[in-house]
């Protein structure tokens, strides 16, 4: 049995926003992490709460499959509105990531006022919303949420049978497709985001490897034959690569829930613009080298693999990520299981087995989509177009200002202790 949100030490014990234990002692908030117990293998693997684990956890998760499609997006874009927007939209990614972590913060901490108990239960978007602005906000909330969530983990099922193909095509991506989505399908055991732990460590190591390999193997490669860097020539394709690039940086579907999984959640403030900062280094190299070798030539491969020849650097890029795609399914599905859990009744009980049964579910018809689309480069872009705009940017600043349309309500943040 597995509770939902644990101590370094697997302890149930419940913390507060400020990283206080429900005990009360002063030096308790200390003791996560391994500072107060003897070293447990499994808690160093298996129990992360700590600033460094959400850094890990946001960084994985903001550049997976995207990286592949990005220099896709260049070639629409051109080099010089590529790098400035990805600029623009990590640091504007960044800022409304702080203001969903003080909305976070205002509203446990009214709750902890009012006595509610988190011991078992993950906070979610949702859920701030209605606690904070009412019904109508929690519905918007749910919907642009849950449906980004489900097209993300869309994505990554498809762009795994896309990869898989490039080692090994005697099946097609279809069969793969259903190889993967059974694959995946195990991350119904993990419980929550606090689990993640050495995941996101191995995640952002794998996309780190994929994205200095692609712009590494670019350069040594060099330009192609009669390269040409016309982008943009057509204002179509210049919204759709921007719009891809925007879902590059749109990981704030799940930082609530990356929040409510540290042991001092209050600590978050500045994380998610930190690991904006490292994946600007694996960004924006790795497209530029790809399109300054490649030119147009990408507009016709949305996947950045096709272009490279075969070699045991590419085959292992390839392993690496499909690795990484499995980690960002489950960080994209596990904000669903939750979602389900609690419409079904399942969500406090500390059964590992009992939820994942419970969790199937929500496997499923991903897993049907997933077969139903055979590619991902426009669903990027749509899913960016439609829904990442409205998750990342638009409902997390409107949601602040109303939240703190009063001077009272502004006063109440000033003071809150850092």
Known sequence: DEAIVADGHGKEEEVGVMGVSSGGADGDEEQHGGGGGKFSVTSFLWHGGSVWDAWFSCASNQVAQVLLTLPYSFSQLGMLSGILL??????????TAYLISVLYVEYR?????????FKNHVIQWFEVLDGLLGPYWKAAGLAFNCTFLLFGTVIQLIACASNIYYINDRLDKRTWTYIFGAC???TVFIPSFHNYRIWSFLGLGMTTYTAWYLAIAALINGQVEGVTHTGPNKLVLYFTGATNILYTFGGHAVTVEIMHAMWKPAKFKYIYLLATLYVFTLTLPSASAMYWAYGDELLAHANAFSLLPKTAWRDAAVILMLIHQFITFGFACTPLYFVWEKVIGMHDTKS??????ARLPIVVPIWFLAIIFPFFGPI?????ALLVSFTVYIIPALAHMLTYRSASARIRLEIRPA
Not at 380 to 384: K, P, Q
């Open 109 to 117: 901490s009214r709750k902890e006022k009012e006595g509610v108990s």
């Open 352 to 357: 590992v087995c009992l939820r994942a049964l």
């Open 380 to 384: 990027n872009s749509a899913v960016g």
């Open 86 to 95: 990805q600029l623009f939209y990590g640091f504007l990614g960044s800022w």
């Open 184 to 186: 995946c399908a195990t």
